[in-house]
């Protein structure tokens, strides 16, 4: 059997396309951020001289 509907239009292609976008957008938000990871500023460097962290988080068992 084959499909008796007609083929849209470019125009009418393009206007179901964007109103499909627009739903989309409606339910999930916006999918893609602003800006990709290279477009943005590179974060400092973490000082990982300091053993802090290490202590705070050091299970009892290792003792002091």
Do not use: K
Not at 37 to 51: G, H, K, L, V, Y
């Amino acid at each position: 059997m084959t499909d008796q509907t007609p083929e849209p239009t470019g125009g009418e292609d393009a206007a179901r396309a964007a109103a499909r976008r627009r739903r989309l957008a409606e339910v999930f938000g916006e999918v893609l951020p602003d800006t990709t990871t290279d477009e943005r500023p590179t974060p400092a460097p973490i000082d990982s001289s300091d053993d802090s962290w290490y202590q705070e988080n050091r299970p009892p068992h290792h003792g002091t």
